[in-house]
């Protein structure tokens, strides 16, 4: 007993004499900021003897790569300047450097054929005064755009050592078309940038929640038709981009909704309602076959798949209280994992998944409106991304997360209204409108990869 | 030897043995009252780093866009700083967000140990002494858990921080006054904190020492631990040497500011 004690106060006596060593005060200044890199894009003097035809094209090629990487405006300062432009032909690395541009890209032309040109994109170093990247391509009128985005795409990895967004799609639903006595809602795809507005469906009904597969190639939906027939269940549909051609690929009793897909391309996670309560599960796309993924007595919808497919984020009224709250979950199995991740709120709608799963975009409605915002995976760092700017929807991250898409109603009067979509880096700084006289734009869906 | 033991009747035993546990247990209320009053601004230290570092959570939606909120700490970061005084400036206050940014229970909990530790400290109880080592124990692994813990602050979310310095072990009130001048330079130096973006995510790390004289003027800034790269080393030192005139200040640490006490880290 003694002993013990004695060990006791040596215990004390110890914890007196330690003392931290001696050291300075350090504080820590944080992250810096990040200079913009000064760009420029020029084009070299054009072979002579070119049509009108073609010379809208090299206009056109350089204005799209220009446009391209204004949309990184965090990250490059696009410096549009005609007296840069000789200084760049001739690679005058000294004055570049002095008005503050680190790359330049310098687009030579000639002509293949009619109405057909090479390019060829070379992309300069001012800091390390040296040619970094030369990619060739050819454009007609047709594929100008497609092939200008590749090339940008191509010299952007060289600088930013990852994929940009030139590449990627935008599907959305309109209701262009729309008459006094019947509303339809039809699927189409565009550019990242809001050109090459294509329609995918004509099913002269109301087209609900799409959603791309991660190769880009397939687009799921739900259907509300119009027909007057009592048959009026909400079926999913399978769209292949390429041929349009589309089938029905879920058509259980009451709704077959909100569909997302699974990493793999082979399986789907969607809400079924047939057991009666909405549900989430997920469903081969090769033998039909379905598996359960909640099971709860309250509603639980609007799956998101991180891309791994290890996390699934989704919208249940577990909470009680009547309000949707966010939770995550592993969709691999039933009920595994489950966390809840929001718990402030009124109405939180449409949680989307960064591509790299770390982060959710939701909309959540506040002072009478829908607005976007963000929060961490885990629930931390809580956003508010859009304010005064109308009513904003449907958030959906870019192929490289640094963006995210987003429907936003504005009041026009009384009766009308309009929806547009919108884009804006995932801090919240908007860039513009990407539709524009395409009646009411919703539910945008931007492509993985 | 043994026939003396029994020769004794009981009760000499009983009080013996009394003599010696109250004087045990009072040598442990001495020693425990001394490690307290030792520790005492060592623990205040690490009390408030402790409620730095811990996570808010949001009992409602933020009013305020992530836009606006920067576009705060900038304006709060470039405002002139206030003149010294000799007290121990009070945390920044919080931004006015109404009831929208309420602390969840685990720093109700954190802060309610503060305060009861507080009190203890009056009152002198033996029973104290487990959880004083357990706060002063991580007063001494303080430069273990740096890097941790600098990280973690960094990392902070969508909330106006308190304090943000580590420090060594010196003179206490000294030590909290460098360290109050010490938590007032990032704000100054951070405007002026850039680097080009191809030195961006490479986890490159320099620490600079600044030598600042009793005017608040740079009289030296050297590097302490190199990044190894030379253009963030410059761009470390060019916004330090941009920055100056940091605040005057006080007497009593002049001399340990101009003898280049203050570690800035870039980032950490």
Redesign the interface.
């Known amino acids: 007993m003694?002993k013990n004690?004695v060990i006791?106060?040596s215990l004390?006596?110890l914890?007196?004499s330690?003392?931290?060593?001696?050291?300075?005060?350090?504080?820590?200044?944080?992250?810096?900021?990040?200079?913009?890199?000064g760009l420029i894009i020029v084009t070299n003097d054009q072979p002579r003897g070119l049509s009108n035809r073609e010379k809208t094209i090299i206009a056109e090629y350089e204005k799209l790569m220009k446009n391209d990487f204004s949309f990184y405006k965090q990250?490059f300062n696009v410096m549009d300047k005609n007296e840069y432009k000789p200084k760049a032909v001739r690679k005058d690395y000294s004055f570049l450097s002095g008005i503050g541009v680190?790359y330049f890209i310098l687009n030579s032309f000639d002509k293949a054929s009619e109405n057909t040109l090479s390019v060829k994109s070379e992309l300069y170093s001012v800091?390390e005064k040296k040619l970094l990247e030369t990619v060739s391509v050819t454009v007609t009128p047709s594929n100008v755009r497609k092939n200008g985005h590749e090339a940008g795409d191509a010299l952007f990895q060289k600088i930013a050592g990852q994929t940009s967004i030139f590449r990627s799609k935008i599907v959305f639903v309109s209701d262009k078309g729309t008459t006094k006595s019947k509303g339809i809602k039809e699927l189409y795809i565009m550019d990242f940038d809001g050109h090459g507005v294509r329609r995918l469906t004509n099913h002269r009904g109301n087209v609900i929640s799409p959603a791309f597969s991660f190769d880009g190639r397939k687009v799921l939906y739900s259907l509300i038709k119009n027909s007057r027939s009592k048959s009026r269940n909400i079926n999913l549909y399978i769209l292949d981009v390429e041929t349009g051609r589309s089938r029905v690929i879920s058509s259980k009793k009451g709704i077959n909704s909100g569909a997302f897909f699974m990493p793999d391309g082979e399986n789907i996670a969607l809400t079924l309602t047939h057991e009666g309560n909405a549900e989430i599960y997920s469903l081969n796309l090769a033998s039909g076959a379905t598996r359960r993924i909640t099971k709860h007595y309250q509603p639980d919808v609007d799956p998101s798949i991180n891309v791994t497919g290890s996390r699934m984020a989704f919208l249940s009224g577990r909470s009680g209280a009547g309000k949707p709250m966010i939770y995550i979950a592993d969709p691999r199995a039933q009920e595994k994992d489950v966390k809840r991740i929001s718990?402030?709120?009124k109405f939180n709608a449409t949680p989307r998944f960064s591509p790299d799963g770390s982060e959710i975009a939701f909309a959540?409605w506040?002072d009478n409106r829908f607005d976007i915002?963000?929060v961490d995976e885990n629930?931390?760092?809580?956003?508010?991304?859009?304010?005064d700017f109308g009513s904003n929807e449907d958030p959906t991250y870019s192929n490289d997360g640094q963006f995210i898409a987003f429907s936003s109603q504005r009041v026009l009067s009384r009766t009308r209204a309009v929806q547009n979509i919108y884009i804006m880096t995932r801090?919240?700084?908007i860039l513009g409108s990407l539709t524009k006289n395409m009646g009411n734009c919703s539910t945008p869906r931007w492509s993985k990869y | 030897m043994r026939s003396m033991v029994i020769n004794k009747p009981l009760s000499f035993y009983t009080k013996k043995s009394t003599a010696?546990h109250v004087l045990?247990v009072l040598?442990?209320c001495l020693?425990?009252w001394?490690?307290w009053q030792?520790g005492e601004k060592?623990r205040k230290i690490n009390v408030k780093l402790v409620q730095s570092s811990v996570?808010v959570?949001?009992?409602?939606?933020?009013?305020?866009?992530?836009?606006?909120?920067?576009a705060i700490q900038a304006s709060s970061a470039s405002a002139p700083a206030p003149s010294t005084t000799s007290k121990v400036p009070e945390p920044k206050p919080i931004p006015d967000k109404g009831d929208e940014y309420l602390k969840d229970t685990k720093e109700v909990k954190k802060k309610s140990l503060a305060d009861l530790l507080k009190n203890y400290s009056k009152k002198d109880k033996v029973s104290d002494?487990k959880k004083v080592?357990a706060k002063?124990?991580e007063?001494?692994g303080?430069?273990q858990k740096?890097q941790a813990l600098?990280a973690g602050?960094?990392k902070r979310?969508?909330k106006v921080q308190k304090g943000?310095?580590?420090?060594?072990?010196?003179s206490a009130e000294v030590?909290s006054a460098?360290?109050a001048y010490?938590?007032r330079?990032?704000g100054i130096?951070?405007p002026f904190?850039?680097?080009?973006?191809?030195l961006?995510d490479k986890g490159l790390r320099a620490?600079i020492?600044v030598f600042i004289n009793s005017q608040g003027r740079i009289v030296r800034a050297v590097i302490y631990e190199s990044s190894g790269d030379d253009e963030y080393d410059n761009?470390?030192l060019a916004?330090v040497k941009k920055a100056s005139p940091f605040p005057v200040p006080e007497q009593k640490i002049s001399k340990n500011i101009l003898n280049?006490?203050?570690?800035?880290?870039?980032?950490?």
């Open positions: 003694i004690l006791l106060i004390f006596i914890t007196l330690i003392k931290a060593e001696e050291g300075l005060t350090i504080v820590a200044v944080g992250k810096a900021d990040v200079e913009k890199d990250k680190r800091r718990y402030v709120g959540s506040l915002f963000r629930g931390a760092n809580l956003h508010r991304l859009t304010k801090d919240g700084d | 010696m045990i040598i442990a020693l425990s001394l490690n030792s060592q996570r959570d949001m009992v409602a939606l933020p009013k305020r866009t992530l836009k606006e909120l920067e002494v080592r002063s124990k007063g001494s303080l430069n740096q600098l602050l960094v979310g969508n943000e310095a580590l420090v060594g072990n010196g030590l460098v360290q010490a938590t330079l990032p130096v951070k904190w850039k680097i080009p973006s191809y961006a620490r020492r761009r470390a916004a280049g006490d203050i570690l800035l880290g870039f980032p950490l």
